[in-house]
């Protein structure tokens, strides 16, 4: 293919992504308000479960955009997490043709386990959710009243739960630089100690609340899926040498 009809053939797997992503943007706007009450639970079973934070779990508008705008944010990147299939399945058949035969039967497993690892990391930020905002909220002393904008609570719960969405993800990366060769399981093995105070370092930056609780809750699955990584990434590069011998 020359320069233009990679170029087109981008164009197309962007098309159908944008397209994906807003067929699941409004199913997610159809079901806003049952939507809203499942990302807002966990603020108000803590508001339940400790009086002494003195709030009642309900979330503010401070100005007349507030709902617009966090309604748009529910439903874009909701839409983006349910066309998450077609998006990675875009994404492989773009990379598809610069990989061999053999390489390209993991286009299943790819897809399978992408999608589980990602939902897999949503239901550990959600889980994970009240347990921050029970910490932070503890910071503010007894005599502060929780008042939460809308817009800004949103916020916090679509970084965190992308951050450990797409962090879930980390392990297929790896498994693929050692199925193309760019990485082996002996180097990864060797540098672990790096590994593990990258994912430690990465997990800071990238989760929004900054709480240790987040930290610890994303930095040891990482951790623990490096290793599972390594070690199906060796078990797939040592049947691929047997199989070429």
Request: with cysteine; proline share 5%; hydrophobic share 55%.
């Amino acid at each position: 293919m020359s320069l233009g009809e990679h170029l087109g053939e981008l164009r197309m797997r962007i098309i159908r992504s944008i397209l994906a992503t807003a067929l699941g943007a409004a199913a997610i706007l159809a079901f806003y308000d049952p939507v809203l009450q499942f990302l807002t639970r966990p603020y108000r079973d803590l508001c339940d479960s400790r009086p002494d934070f003195n709030c009642d779990g309900s979330l503010f508008a401070l100005g007349p955009l507030d709902g617009l705008t966090a309604r748009m944010k529910i439903s874009g990147y909701g839409g983006l997490v349910l066309a998450l299939p077609v998006v990675l399945w875009q994404i492989w058949r773009f990379i598809v043709p610069a990989l061999s035969k053999k390489e390209k039967r993991y286009t299943v497993p790819f897809i399978v386990s992408s999608v589980i690892l990602f939902a897999s990391g949503c239901a550990l930020a959600y889980w994970t959710l009240s347990k921050a905002l029970e910490f932070l909220i503890s910071w503010s002393g007894t005599e502060v009243n929780q008042a939460f904008q809308i817009t800004k609570y949103v916020s916090l719960v679509i970084l965190m739960v992308l951050a450990f969405g797409v962090g879930f993800l980390s392990p297929l990366l790896i498994v693929f630089l050692q199925l193309v060769g760019v990485l082996t399981p002996r180097t990864l093995v060797r540098q672990w100690r790096i590994a593990v105070v990258s994912i430690f370092f990465l997990a800071a930056v990238i989760t929004p609340s900054g709480d240790p609780i987040t930290l610890m809750a994303l930095g040891v699955p990482l951790t623990l899926l490096y290793f599972v990584a390594v070690l199906v990434g060796f078990i797939f590069v040592r049947r691929r040498n047997r199989t070429e011998t």
